[in-house]
């Protein structure tokens, strides 16, 4: 778990130094704020598409593999992405970027592999906390080195070192969990149809579950595309300040999901945690519509994205948990590979949409609409939450 946890963390600060970066990239080179959508869009269409094939593949050759592959390509698209000099190359570059993007689902199989049903949670808990200290250290890392915003060609270049000192990392200290004799067969002719993904997740009953990931993405998206638009706009900030502000949001993150996840989960339960967790969600997403109606103001901006956000990254190692818990070990890569399909679906959404929003209504409407997205996510969890505690009464 250590292992994997130092592994996930050297690449997502690779990745967490380019979230600041985008929404100032493009303009640069032509492009307006529906172009920053779609560059979001692009990388979340295309994880989408090879999520369950890395997911997968690596129930097949083993995890590490599969992680050390996607490394290398994230490695290689952040340096396209710095080496940038007209918008279609960042296009070309998340296009890439995406392709390669399977390793948070690989990297949650694999932490499956190593955890029982009761450790489930911290160690998807760990794989979140290792998101939230990327979080920390890359946006802060990127503002930094982006210096007055005129060039973005040295974060760029430092976030593709991270990777391939990921990749040194995994290769020289990351074991395999998965061994041969556990891994699942390649497909033979005539394989039974239950074999297949959708009809086991429908044996299982999981295809609503899968959803909330779009939906739960959808959210995190839309908001992820809007903050640094509507802070730059209403507040004047720029790249450095966007940094800031997503450094102290993943060091919220580090505390909640790598500190108090495991005591949170033992006092309250999984299900009425995740209930807990998508209702701030959904609160701090109304009270940024507010904010908007009401004028610039850091306070009332700041706060409920904070709010908004930390209950967002709460929710993610409790749906990995609680889904991996309810699927056959030999279809665990590839689950988790279907959630990635699942929230880059939502990540495709979410900025189209919010961008739409944005355009005919204005902040107020985009923040709003996506909080009705949440309203909905909101609904299933608690109906789901409530169901669990009656049938634990009866037990």
């Given at each position: ?77 952040y340096v396209m992405l710095g080496l940038a000099t007209e918008l279609w190359m960042v296009y070309a570059a998340r296009v890439w970027g995406g392709l390669m993007a399977g390793n948070f689902g690989v990297a949650s199989a694999m932490m499956a592999d190593v955890t029982g049903p009761q450790d489930r949670a911290r160690g998807m808990g760990l794989i979140g906390a290792a998101w939230g200290m990327g979080l920390v ?259």
């Amino acid at each position: 778990m250590p292992l994997l946890f130092g592994v996930v963390l050297l690449d997502l600060i690779g990745f967490g130094m380019v979230v600041p970066i985008l929404p100032f990239l493009s303009p640069q080179l032509g492009g307006d704020k529906m172009d920053v959508a779609l560059i979001l869009v692009v990388y979340a269409l295309c994880s989408g598409l090879c999520g369950p094939l890395w997911g997968r593949l690596s129930d097949r050759i083993g995890r590490k593999p599969v992680i050390m592959i996607c490394l290398a390509g994230a490695a290689l698209s952040y340096v396209m992405l710095g080496l940038a000099t007209e918008l279609w190359m960042v296009y070309a570059a998340r296009v890439w970027g995406g392709l390669m993007a399977g390793n948070f689902g690989v990297a949650s199989a694999m932490m499956a592999d190593v955890t029982g049903p009761q450790d489930r949670a911290r160690g998807m808990g760990l794989i979140g906390a290792a998101w939230g200290m990327g979080l920390v250290l890359g946006p802060v890392l990127g503002g930094l080195l982006s210096g007055d915003g005129t060039s973005f060609t040295l974060p760029c270049v430092f976030a593709g070192g991270m990777s391939l000192a990921a990749i040194v990392a995994a290769a020289l200290f990351l074991p395999e969990s998965l061994p041969p004799e556990r891994r699942r067969p390649a497909r033979v002719a005539g394989a039974p149809a239950m074999e297949r993904l959708l009809p086991m997740l429908k044996r299982t009953g999981n295809r609503l579950f899968i959803l909330q990931y779009a939906l739960h993405n959808s959210g995190v998206s839309a908001a992820t595309y809007l903050l640094p638009l509507w802070v730059g706009d209403m507040l004047g900030w720029g790249a450095r300040e966007v940094g800031v502000v997503f450094g102290i949001q993943g060091a919220l993150m580090v505390l909640f999901q790598g500190g108090l996840m495991g005591r949170m989960v033992r006092a309250l339960g999984e299900w009425p945690l995740l209930r807990l967790a998508v209702g701030a969600y959904l609160v701090g997403l109304l009270l940024a519509g507010a904010a908007s109606a009401m004028g610039p103001s850091v306070p009332a901006m700041i706060g409920p994205a904070y709010l908004a956000m930390t209950g967002a990254t709460l929710c993610m190692p409790l749906l990995n948990s609680l889904l991996t818990q309810r699927v056959p070990l030999e279809f665990r890569g590839e689950v988790m590979g279907a959630t990635s399909t699942s929230a880059s679906v939502g990540r495709v959404a979410g900025p189209l949409l919010a961008g739409t929003n944005l355009a005919a209504f204005g902040y107020t409407g985009a923040w709003v609409f996506s909080a009705a997205l949440v309203a909905v996510y909101f609904c299933w969890v608690a109906s789901n939450a409530h169901r669990a505690m009656h049938l634990q009464e009866e037990q």
